[in-house]
């Protein structure tokens, strides 16, 4: 009878002692849940009911469930699809330009002399620009009539180029502020995991007799792929949420020609009040960019296990 | 014979010469990149007339009317105030939250650390339009808006993800030891965890609060949407500045308000480079 209560205590206080380790362990992670759970589950439970609600100017806040209705609304919106097209071609401009001349520039800041450390720390400082004062700078660098750029082109004959007043010209100046700001994040990261790469098969294939264009298709291409790969989706991630440099310079225009989907979600929210459909269309930007995020992460788990 | 002897030699040449172009071009694209901000520099210190000329002036009597105007009108000392407020609350409180659950990743075996990691890297892509209409609705509700405490904790949504994932490969790397004889001594778990790693965990933790105020000082979007006067930081009053195109003549005053933004994160970056490299390498292959 005894021995019967003694083992119930027992196991009853290791269970206790069990809980309280548990609940040990949960407690570090307290803090940043409650936090996050205010600042980002719960905004994007509220952005996914509006996106369904109508909404009360009123009483400011969501009011009847309407379906669909504003995600179609959303679609209808001609502007909203030319605001995807928009940042899609900044997308397909910007990040395959960025990692390339990342990594070539990191391959010539690699090599081996007194003043690498410097100049790889030089390269810090445009990283840490906020955009909004990388497009001001640049703006009064692009000025069609005083900038220096516009000076320096022409002393090679190249006449004035309009670089924000022109539709096709203003994608390539956001293309071009933003490389100028990203690039030296991709310099940093490609140099660091070159530096990494082992010496040893590099001089093989020097003794071997490689060319540097085979050395770089069969050896360092494929070393570098996952770290390519990574980076990719870094910027990705980065690129996607465009905004501040438009903002600073070109404001959308000329027409709507650089109005990536950041900025006119946010004229359609805060400028036009029109929080339901603006709502739906950040939902919908919210799935297109999970979708292609949880692609590119697949794709580059995938070429990490071929290799 | 011969023919065979020389040819090693013949590419030890190639390999210097072509190394010496390495460094050259390297350099020379280095020193392209720093254009952008030289030319913020000279304009800041020019007068209105040497601004405006063709060919552009590279000589000129410095002035520091710029700073001084910026500083003294307008608002934009107290916008930078507030950005340091805001930059410094919203890295203090994601470093403690965010190292706490770092180290619940790395070290504390938490059933389903594999599926919060997952979501902490999913956040990522979490636009921050999807979260700035729910926010500012909340804040005006609740008669928050143009605070600073407001805009901290918008700026925890995506400061803590990132700390915490540096922080993890951080602790990571850590000896297990140090804890376990912590705990023996009969430290409990955050005893252990504030008396011995967060100590020698210093250097980690310092590069990544400084990565927290890189990434909250240039913030934009939230800043609009939740400020509109007493709490706004530089960002907004940048984008203002550059925007402005009825009186978009005001280039020294902009160079100089970038400056200001520019010189106090080139410094923090500086001190910690090492780390800051290091971390941004780990944050992209471990993230």
New interface residues.
């Given amino acids: 009878m005894s021995v019967d209560t003694n083992v119930q205590t027992r196991t009853r206080r290791r269970r206790h002692a069990a809980m309280r380790d548990i609940a040990?362990?949960?407690?570090?992670?307290a803090?940043?849940?409650l936090?996050?759970v205010?600042?980002?589950a719960?905004?994007?439970i509220?952005?996914l009911q509006?996106s369904f609600s109508d909404f009360d100017l009123a009483s400011?806040?969501p009011s009847e469930w309407v379906g669909t209705e504003n995600y179609e609304d959303a679609l209808a919106d001609e502007n909203f699809g030319n605001s995807l097209v928009v940042t899609g071609i900044y997308l397909v401009l910007a990040l395959p330009l960025q990692i390339v001349l990342g990594f070539g520039?990191a391959?010539?800041?690699n090599?081996?002399?007194r003043?690498r450390g410097l100049?790889?720390?030089?390269?810090?400082?445009?990283?840490?620009?906020?955009?909004?004062?990388?497009?001001?700078?640049?703006?009064?660098?692009l000025d069609p009539?005083?900038g220096?750029v516009t000076?320096f082109l022409g002393l090679f004959g190249i006449p004035a180029i309009d670089w924000f007043g022109d539709a096709g010209m203003a994608m390539i100046s956001i293309v071009l502020i933003d490389t100028?700001r990203s690039?030296?994040?991709v310099v940093?990261?490609a140099s660091?995991?070159m530096l990494a790469l082992p010496k040893d098969v590099f001089e093989a294939a020097s003794v071997d007799g490689a060319n540097w264009w085979h050395t770089l298709k069969s050896i360092s291409l494929p070393m570098l792929a996952?770290?390519i790969a990574?980076?990719f989706?870094?910027r990705w991630?980065g690129a996607?949420?465009m905004?501040?440099v438009v903002?600073?310079?070109t404001?959308g225009g000329p027409g709507q020609a650089t109005n990536v989907v950041?900025l006119y979600?946010?004229r359609q929210?805060?400028q036009l009040l029109e929080?339901s459909t603006?709502?739906a269309m950040?939902?919908i930007?919210?799935v297109i960019?999970?979708v292609l995020?949880f692609i590119f992460?697949w794709g580059s788990k995938k070429l990490e296990d071929n290799l | 014979m011969s023919a065979v002897e020389s040819r090693p030699a013949g590419r030890r040449g190639g390999l210097v010469a072509g190394h010496r172009m390495r460094v050259w071009a390297g350099v020379i694209v280095c020193l392209l990149f720093l254009v952008p901000l030289g030319w913020m520099l000279l304009t800041s210190f020019k007068e209105q007339r040497d601004i405006f000329t063709v060919p552009p002036t590279f000589f000129f009597d410095p002035t520091i009317a710029h700073y001084f105007d910026v500083l003294t009108r307008g608002g934009f000392a107290g916008q930078m105030l507030n950005t340091v407020i805001v930059a410094v609350g919203a890295s203090v409180l994601s470093l403690i939250a965010g190292a706490m659950a770092g180290y619940a990743l790395s070290r504390l075996k938490i059933k389903g650390a594999g599926v919060i990691g997952a979501l902490i890297l999913a956040s990522r892509g979490v636009p921050p339009i999807a979260l700035a209409v729910p926010m500012f609705l909340v804040a005006r509700a609740l008669g928050i808006t143009d605070t600073h405490i407001t805009l901290i904790l918008a700026y925890c949504s995506f400061v803590i993800p990132y700390v915490m994932w540096l922080m993890r490969g951080f602790f990571l790397a850590l000896p297990k030891e140090l804890e376990e004889s912590a705990m023996i001594d009969g430290c409990s778990r955050m005893g252990a965890f504030f008396r011995i790693i967060v100590p020698i965990s210093v250097p980690g933790l310092l590069s990544t609060f400084i990565f927290s105020i890189i990434l909250a000082w240039e913030e934009l979007l939230f800043a609009l949407v939740l400020t509109n006067r007493t709490a706004t930081t530089f960002p907004v009053a940048i984008a203002g500045m550059a925007g402005d195109t009825e009186n978009g003549a005001n280039w020294g005053e902009l160079a100089a308000a970038g400056m200001i933004t520019v010189i106090p994160v080139v410094i923090l970056a500086l001190l910690v480079q090492k780390w800051l490299i290091r971390g941004l390498a780990e944050g992209a292959t471990k993230g």
């Fill in positions: 040990s362990r949960w407690s570090f992670m803090p940043a849940s936090l996050l205010a600042v980002l719960y905004p994007l509220y952005t509006i400011f806040s520039i391959f010539l800041l090599a081996e002399w003043g100049f790889r720390a030089l390269f810090l400082i445009p990283m840490v620009v906020a955009p909004v004062v990388s497009g001001g700078i640049w703006k009064i660098m009539l005083w220096v000076w100028w690039v030296p994040f940093l990261i660091a995991a996952p770290i990574a980076t989706v870094v991630l996607v949420k905004f501040d903002v600073a310079t404001n950041n979600i946010y929210a805060f929080f603006s709502s950040a939902v930007v919210l960019t999970m995020t992460l």
